[in-house]
């Protein structure tokens, strides 16, 4: 699969995972749309090396599921950095 339909990928899967993620997240749907095309990337990247996932087909079930996991893994870490951020101040 190309780095565009990883792009593509991604933002379809951050949008998907910031309405899974229960709560308020800092930062906008730009960041939450970077931050899980950072999250497809990293879950197909996991699955592969981890699971030896195919993660060649697009459409493929487990290419779709490694995205979402990770844009949610990278959402829950924003979500809990930004907020300790915004604790302390």
Same mark, same amino acid.
């Given at each position: 699969?190309? &780095?565009? *339909?990883?792009?593509?990928? /991604?933002?379809? *899967? ?8 229960? /709560? ?5 749907? &730009? ?36 995205? &979402? ?21």
């Amino acid at each position: 699969m190309s &780095i565009i *339909a990883w792009l593509v990928l /991604g933002l379809i *899967a951050g949008a998907i995972a910031k309405l899974i993620l229960p /709560g308020r997240q800092g930062g906008g749907i &730009i960041v939450t749309l970077l931050l899980g095309v950072v999250g497809a990337l990293l879950g197909g990247w996991l699955g592969s090396v981890l699971f030896n996932a195919n993660i060649e087909e697009f459409w493929s079930i487990s290419t779709w599921l490694l995205a &979402i996991g990770g844009a949610l893994i990278v959402l829950l870490i924003y979500g809990l950095l930004t907020n300790r951020r915004g604790s302390r101040a």
